[in-house]
């Protein structure tokens, strides 16, 4: 890796500022606050227990929400704080600010091998805004500064590029922990030049959100397995009909174009063949967003190119799981980014499930490396129990996207270079 990760640095007695992302799904049951899903808490252990041992004294930084400055109680870090100490095995600290005098107190008593939690950046408006003398006030309690935050690397922020900034120019070392490496070896390194047959698996609702993707891996990909919602803006520009399936009729040039580029490089672009239809009705229920919720009638395959004008498509069919399987078990490098249909309905999951069965089997039985993309994906293959059966699961969701994008992500761009 051509910047600088925790292996290269002495951190011994150091106060090393560790920015990490613990924007985790909370929720609310009896007046208590429960974290539903604690992967991206459980996979900066390794970076901590590796500064505990190593005498640190390690404070850590992390946004939850977009309080957007605001104090916003339902947005606090301190149940963070309680999960990281049962997992950790050692106390952790929690204050309930990041900067200030409190901060400062705190720090200046702590030992080698204490841990301390800071209260959510994002209380203060000049996080996001990467406010320079806010950076330098939650820089004053940093000698060194550790990013294991993948999933906000893509935030040019305070905390993720502020920070390393000043603790760089004082001359401290500002590298990449344990998780930040992985990330981006997976996401990065190992798709560079991957082993081939390289297959990509692409779903998701949107063309716009992907297309960037798509373009950049036509030029590496021997196969793309597209599915989700995005499908039909495919089907679209092939002069199908698509019901009430969702589309993007605006994007349908640049799906022709993806197409055109695809042809023109030898790249397989395979489209669903078949899908499972539905009739969407709307309910008087409303969703957690105040939308009305729809239920979904008349499931089934439909084998024709073709959606009628009452029905929608929501996931890949039988016919189309058969033959992105066969690509699946061929593949020596798989990456996975956004879900086949609609699969948090059990009458679309079917798709997406056994793809991650492919997936699994390619891993273990064909000594594929299996990588997935974060976000929605990641969800689904951890919701078919499939999570630790592939060799690589991100804990990004926008930041992988823009990792697979090319981009430069600037939380990654501030740390030094080797
Ligand atoms: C995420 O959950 O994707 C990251 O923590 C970044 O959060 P954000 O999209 O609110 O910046
Ligand atoms: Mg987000």
Redesign the pocket.
């Known amino acids: 890796m051509p910047k600088l990760t925790i292996r290269d640095a002495n951190f011994r007695g150091k106060r090393v500022f560790v920015r990490v992302?613990y924007?985790v799904p909370l929720e609310e049951k009896d007046g208590q606050i429960f974290i539903t899903d604690s992967t991206r808490i459980i996979e900066t252990l390794p970076t901590l227990r590796l500064l505990v041992e190593q005498g640190a004294k390690s404070i850590l930084a992390a946004?939850l929400?977009?309080p957007k400055g605001k104090r916003e109680p339902s947005m606090s870090l301190r149940p963070v704080a309680k999960d990281l100490a049962d997992r950790l095995g050692c106390t952790v600290a929690f204050v309930d600010d990041c900067i200030g005098e409190k901060v400062e107190k705190t720090v200046s008593i702590m030992k080698p091998g204490d841990v301390l939690l800071l209260e959510n950046v994002r209380y203060y408006d000049e996080e996001e805004a990467n406010d320079p003398g806010f950076a330098e006030r939650l820089a004053k309690v940093g000698d060194l500064y550790i990013n294991d935050?993948f999933?906000?690397a893509h935030?040019a922020h305070a905390s993720t590029e502020g920070v390393p900034r000043v603790i760089a120019k004082r001359g401290g070392q500002c590298a990449a922990g344990l998780l930040m490496e992985r990330e981006l070896k997976f996401l990065g390194e190992e798709l560079e030049n991957p082993a081939q047959p390289f297959v990509v698996l692409l779903g998701g609702a949107k063309v716009s959100d992907k297309i960037e993707v798509i373009d950049r891996l036509l030029e590496k990909a021997n196969s793309l397995l597209i599915g989700g919602a995005m499908a039909y803006t495919f089907r679209l520009a092939q002069g199908h009909k698509t019901g009430k399936s969702l589309v993007e009729p605006d994007k349908v040039e640049v799906a022709k174009a993806a197409l055109a580029k695809a042809k023109q490089r030898g790249v397989k672009f395979l489209l669903p063949t078949d899908d499972v239809i539905a009739v969407p009705t709307p309910t008087d229920k409303l969703d957690k967003k105040g939308k009305p919720v729809i239920e979904y009638q008349n499931a089934r395959v439909n084998s024709s190119l073709d959606c009628p004008d009452d029905a929608a498509g929501l996931d890949i069919g039988p016919a189309t799981v058969k033959a992105y399987t066969e690509e699946i078990l061929n593949a020596k490098t798989l990456l996975w980014n956004g879900p086949m249909g609609l699969f948090e309905n059990k009458q679309f999951a079917e798709g997406t499930f056994a793809l991650a069965r492919a997936v699994a089997e390619a891993t273990e039985k064909k000594g594929a490396t299996s990588i997935i993309g974060g976000g929605d994906s990641v969800k689904a293959v951890n919701q078919a129990k499939l999570g630790n059966r592939v060799t690589f699961m991100s804990t990004?969701?926008?930041?992988s996207l823009e990792l697979l994008e090319g981009k430069v992500l600037p939380g990654v761009a501030a740390l030094n270079d080797k």
């Open positions: 992302d924007n946004h929400g977009r935050a999933g906000a935030r990004g969701g926008g930041a």
